[in-house]
């Protein structure tokens, strides 16, 4: 089976700017979830879908928006780029929201707002 | 969103055991225990999860106090390849893992 994958891997950026982040599941996983790592902290949750439904929201303003597709692939966009958004941007999937499911996690993608 | 508290950091020689502490006082009855680890320019990768008895798997091993108030990871004989922050993370039903900021573990050959 594959793996989470994340595209691109990196992205430069102007303030200002709009920003799309893919990320596609693994296979059989029907929950989606982004998380943003600034450089030194731990991964702070954005959002999570399940079944192409936003389900559960962390503490981001709603220029961070995202989208779930029917294959359950997803989509992260930023609008308004801030130099603050700068962070290594992680997906996750797994097969339920459940709190006994493990998160299956991609490489994420390096964004630079410059 | 309960929290977890970590040591910032740990050392440990190779192949001797490692212990990882996390407190969790706030843990509510429902609340499964997770550990994540991240090596350098990755993601997270899952280690192990339990709910109130001891757990193993072929990473580590999980054992969680009675109280369910602390809980301690066990890795049985570090390796190189286990340099890594390691997160101790309580995930509720709503599916968020809340990280902190996690023990960065040394190990030295």
């Known amino acids: 089976e594959t793996g989470v994958t994340q595209s691109p891997t990196h992205l430069i950026k102007t303030r200002g700017q709009q920003v799309t982040l893919r990320c596609s599941s693994q296979?059989?996983?029907?929950?989606v979830s982004w998380y943003q790592q600034a450089l030194g902290q731990g991964p702070q949750f954005i959002f999570q879908?399940?079944?192409?439904?936003?389900?559960g929201r962390g503490n981001f303003p709603p220029r961070f928006s995202g989208l779930q597709f029917p294959n359950y692939s997803s989509e992260l966009n930023v609008n308004a780029l801030e130099l603050d958004d700068s962070a290594l941007y992680l997906c996750?999937?797994?097969?339920?929201?459940?709190?006994?499911?493990?998160?299956?996690f991609g490489s994420g993608t390096q964004l630079s707002v410059l | 969103d309960a929290k977890t508290t970590q040591p910032n950091s740990m050392e440990s020689n190779e192949e001797e055991p490692v212990h990882l502490p996390c407190n969790h006082s706030?843990?509510?009855?429902?609340?499964?225990i997770h550990w994540y680890r991240q090596l350098p320019s990755q993601g997270p990768e899952y280690v192990i999860h339990?709910?109130?008895s001891n757990v193993n798997n072929r990473m580590a091993s999980l054992a969680i106090a009675e109280d369910r108030k602390s809980s301690t990871l066990i890795l049985h004989r570090a390796t190189l390849r286990d340099a890594a922050v390691y997160y101790c993370?309580?995930?509720?039903?709503?599916?968020?893992?809340?990280f902190g900021q996690g023990t960065t573990l040394q190990v030295k050959p």
């Open positions: 706030t843990i509510s009855g429902t609340d499964y």
């Open positions: 339990g709910l109130t």
């Open positions: 996750a999937s797994s097969s339920s929201y459940a709190e006994n499911e493990k998160l299956f």
């Open positions: 296979s059989g996983h029907n929950t």
């Open positions: 993370i309580l995930r509720d039903n709503t599916g968020k893992l809340i």
């Open positions: 879908y399940y079944r192409e439904e936003e389900n």
